[in-house]
């Protein structure tokens, strides 16, 4: 084996140029190829870094006559999930929350969750230091607690150990840390910017409002259950509420999905597509070099047929063969991994944003793994057809072949060809998935989300209840806000709205209406649909398109103000059957009635591969809310107008 090495190197050494074309060749195949596995074994392949993860179920109310297949949870129906449930191990409900954090010298908004005090069970986490939420947390008047995320703890306290017991300002209210998480805990999942959980509290009032969907429902199945039996356990809890609770709950089912399914979504085709082609692109090297492997057999065939003609065995032959192919094969893995590294570096800040998990994505232990894998497999096909010709090789050809001064054999000639057809065939095929990726790449961006997505600056904002907690000091507020915001240099329009889209962080509502004229239907029966608070220029700034009617002004929603509302083309078609809705009455709970004005164009609010919702906007004046998100369009950069001044 020794000889057979040194042999290889002095012939790789003495062919220097026919080197660095296989390695070059072979190392960016590999290297594309271990880039995107990185992508596909982040995003996709890893299982959610819980303790058993496979257990994990992601649980939403749906209902087939409303359209909805993935519906938030009450609190009320989230209790009877729980106390009824026999294939669950246990059941939590959370949601986004955001605090204002104030210290001496500032005030900051920042991302957070409440979660029910069994979450971290469900997840199977345990903290770092402290502790974790108990189930007398859940109750409406407890002592208010935090758990940090270990980023928070880390830039916050400077992983202080102390840090147990120490309270923080969070909207006017004194809170507790007890406990931190340990490096790398993220929930949700794949959301780094979470900076600490609290316990989310169920008033015994909202036990009553079973409409009010608001909660995102995950659970832990039992040792053994499957998400089926668990279907079928849901189903039967979820009849027994329709049949107590018909008012609220007739019509209204579950679906399950796995929690990595949940995560992950839609990307996993794609991102499988892609990996297919860069399969595809490692094959056709594989084939050139096979192709450039056989014309150098052909200069030395000679030099093997005498070896056999000596008494040389099959095995030393091939041996040859394999410690020469491997060599190439080892240098361009190496050369592969030195490109996957600086193409993982460079892949990573052009990734988008919703793309889950992607903080996963790395050079580790499985693309190490990955990567000699793929340069074993690869030196196995460009090395198969040479070294099946050097085990046997045919000596009278070769010299006669030789003798008439051949470049190379009849049988190679024929193999080379073969492999070139192969190589063609291949390339097709690669073309094909190309251009079915760019189609479905095109098709995805095509879509009109509804709405301006440039030159758009935004900013989430949350009154603390001590300073404004009348419905005046709030809308006095943010009518100065927005004002000021409209004369800032550089800024066109200007306007504030509940909930931006494709945002975890705001206000929104789903309740039911009824409308005037129509005959009244049980709760469960009604039309529904997302209400939104805006101010007057919201759907100008936004670059929302107005079908019929008019937007908003100054004066709708004030005291002396008409009480209008504004609906999407969904609730027009869906509700009103072809009838004009403009100018009917709509009765809306908290609202009272409405009259409908305009008509604006379906909004995306979840995501590009999401369907529209029906959804009812407000005016903030008649409907003030402590949370709004302010907007701004601009033509200059976004940090021109608004410059980063840390965290959010």
């Known amino acids: ?67 909805q297949d993935r519906a938030q949870v009450s609190s009320a129906t989230y209790l009877d999930w729980r106390n009824q449930t026999t294939t669950f191990e246990s059941l939590a409900v959370w949601r986004y929350k955001g605090f204002t954090l104030k210290t001496d010298n500032d005030a900051e908004r920042i991302t957070t969750v409440d979660v029910s005090p069994v979450m971290f069970n469900v997840l199977g986490a345990t903290p770092a230091i402290g502790r974790v939420f108990t189930l007398n947390e859940e109750r409406p008047g407890s002592a208010k607690t935090v758990v940090l995320s270990y980023g928070a703890w880390t830039r916050r306290f400077g992983q202080d150990l102390s840090v147990l017991g120490r309270t923080l300002n969070l909207d006017d209210s004194t809170y507790e840390i007890v406990g931190v998480m340990p490096r790398g805990f993220q929930f949700p999942a794949g959301d780094a910017e979470v900076e600490l959980w609290a316990p989310l509290t169920i008033n015994p009032a909202a036990l009553a409002s079973r409409p009010h969907r608001t909660y995102n429902s ?88 005498v070896r056999a003609a000596i008494g040389a065995s099959q095995w030393a032959l091939l041996r040859r063969s394999l410690v020469e192919n491997g060599s190439l094969a080892g240098l361009g893995g190496l050369a592969g991994l030195l490109l996957a590294w600086w193409g993982i570096a460079a892949l990573r800040p052009l990734i988008p944003a919703n793309v889950p998990r992607a903080d996963n994505i790395g050079l580790g232990w499985s693309v190490l793994a990955f990567t000699a894998s793929t340069s074993i497999v690869a030196a196995l096909i460009f090395g198969l057809f040479p070294a099946w010709r050097t085990m046997r090789p045919h000596l009278v050809e070769v010299f006669q072949d030789s003798g008439r001064g051949a470049s190379a054999s009849r049988s190679a000639r024929r193999l080379s060809d073969a492999m070139v057809a192969a190589e063609v065939a291949l390339a097709l095929m690669l073309l094909v998935g190309a251009g079915l990726l760019i189609r479905s790449f095109v098709q995805l961006t095509s879509v009109d989300p509804g709405y301006r997505t440039s030159g758009i600056v935004a900013a989430h904002i949350v009154l603390p209840a001590s300073r404004y907690g009348s419905s005046a000091t709030k809308k006095q507020f943010f009518d100065d806000l927005v004002s000021r915001v409209k004369a800032m240099p550089g800024v066109e329009s200007a306007s504030a709205v509940s909930a931006l889209p494709m945002s975890p962080l705001g206000v929104q509502f789903e309740l039911p209406f009824t409308i005037d004229g129509l005959a009244e239907a049980s709760p469960s029966e009604r039309p529904r649909a997302r209400y939104r608070a805006v101010m007057s220029g919201y759907f100008e700034t936004m670059g929302i398109k107005l079908l019929d009617g008019r937007t908003f002004d100054d004066f709708d929603g004030r005291e002396n103000g008409a009480k209008v509302a504004i609906v999407n083309e969904l609730v027009a078609k869906r509700y009103f059957k072809g009838v004009s809705p403009l100018d009917k009455l709509v009765r809306i709970p908290m609202a009272g009635d409405l009259r409908i004005v305009g008509v604006v164009t379906d909004i995306k609010h979840d995501g590009l591969a999401s369907s529209a919702e029906p959804e009812v906007f407000v005016p903030y004046f008649q409907f003030a809310l402590s949370e709004m998100q302010v907007v701004g369009a601009t033509t200059q950069p976004a940090s021109a107008v608004a410059p980063p001044s840390g965290r959010r």
Request: aromatic content about 8%; glycine content about 8%.
């Open 1 to 67: 084996m020794k000889h057979d090495l040194n042999e290889a190197w002095r012939f790789l050494k003495a062919n220097r140029g026919f080197l660095a074309v296989v390695v070059l060749t072979l190392g960016l195949a590999i290297g594309v190829n271990s880039t995107i596995f990185s992508v596909l074994n982040g995003v996709l392949l890893r299982p959610l870094d819980y303790a058993a993860p496979e257990r994990l179920v992601v649980a939403w109310e749906n209902n087939q006559t409303l359209a």
């Open 218 to 305: 995950i659970g832990r199945l039992k040792p053994g259950a499957t998400i089926e039996q668990a279907q079928a356990d849901m189903d039967r809890i979820a009849a027994t509420i329709a049949k107590d609770y018909p008012e609220s709950n007739a019509g209204w089912g579950v679906t399950l999905v796995p929690a990595h399914e949940q995560v992950v979504g839609d990307i996993g085709n794609t991102l499988w597509v892609l990996f297919g082609a860069v399969v595809l692109v490692l094959v056709i090297a594989c084939v050139n070099i096979a192709n450039l492997l056989l014309a150098r057999s052909a200069r030395t065939a000679k030099e093997f047929a």
